[in-house]
């Protein structure tokens, strides 16, 4: 037996109404002088809901591999070949995605190998002075409440 498309669409808003509410109708910013504090509450709030639903979904992804709703896709991964349901309920269906693995180079590893390989280690440091590309740096942002003590 499976849920109308009604009865799915008012569990969906029941959630996200419930989600929204928080911070905003329920534990509400507290007095500021400040007209920023507002989205810096909001800031804080998302953060830390992001952080609980990170948990909860971890809790929840351990729970649903050790009953055998799910595989543990770190131990024993799939092809993108293996793409579909993985499980089908009276009210859930969860499906797989396995989208292409990316290829990572230990530098190090690669230029011990080309150097055992004779390749003049010269050689090698101009093509990894030329090949480098620096990413921007990882910023992280952390909320958290002021306390007077």
């Not at 329920?26 to 007095?31: L, V």
């Not at 920023?36 to 809901?49: D, I, K, M, Y």
């Not at 101009?126 to 952390?142: D, M, Q, T």
């Amino acid at each position: 037996m499976s849920l109308s498309q009604r009865d799915k669409n008012k569990i969906t808003d029941g959630l996200n109404t419930r989600f929204s509410d928080i911070g905003t109708k329920t534990n509400t910013c507290p007095p500021s002088t400040k007209n920023t504090e507002p989205a810096a509450w909001e800031f804080f709030v998302a953060a830390h809901l992001h952080s609980l639903a990170s948990g909860r979904l971890r809790e929840a992804r351990s729970k649903a591999v050790r009953l055998g709703v799910i595989f543990d896709h770190e131990k024993h991964p799939r092809t993108q070949q293996d793409s579909g349901v993985v499980y089908r309920g009276d009210n859930i269906v969860i499906t797989l995605t396995v989208k292409a693995p990316t290829v990572t180079v230990d530098v190090d590893d690669l230029c011990a190998f080309l150097i055992s390989q004779g390749v003049d280690e010269t050689l090698i440091q101009i093509a990894l002075k030329e090949s480098r590309k620096e990413r921007r740096a990882a910023h992280e942002f952390r909320a958290s409440l002021l306390t007077e003590d």
